[in-house]
């Protein structure tokens, strides 16, 4: 479903947006592009994933030589506090917390608060 929202993201957008292009060595999940000098690579994971640390470190780089970038960004998405800490740790070991090209997705339910309950002070 992240996917799904991610492609909306780009509606109406002058860029090529290919969701899982072949590229002969697996499929990225995005090639956002516009033309072959400018072209990013989107990778998502949830990190509930048991090889989240090895495709962290592998995946994209393998994606980006195959496809002549060396752009890419990836998206990580949790959903509960045990593993946010995991997605943090192991971005803290590798030395990509305060990288740009990791995004993590807090899509957890025990942290929110509904819009229908906030009052609006008046």
Do not use: C
């Amino acid at each position: 479903w992240v996917q799904r929202m991610f492609r909306f993201v780009w509606y109406g957008s002058p860029s090529s947006v290919d969701r899982e292009p072949k590229n002969g060595s697996g499929k990225s999940d995005y090639s956002i592009s516009r033309g072959a000098k400018d072209k990013s690579l989107v990778e998502f994971k949830l990190a509930s994933s048991p090889t989240l640390e090895d495709n962290l470190l592998n995946q994209l780089e393998k994606y980006k030589k195959v496809e002549s970038t060396d752009k890419g960004i990836w998206i990580v998405v949790f959903f509960n506090s045990e593993e946010e800490k995991k997605v943090q740790k192991i971005l803290e070991k590798h030395n990509l917390s305060n990288s740009s090209d990791h995004i993590l997705i807090d899509a957890r339910k025990d942290n929110k608060i509904a819009p229908s309950k906030i009052r609006n002070p008046k």
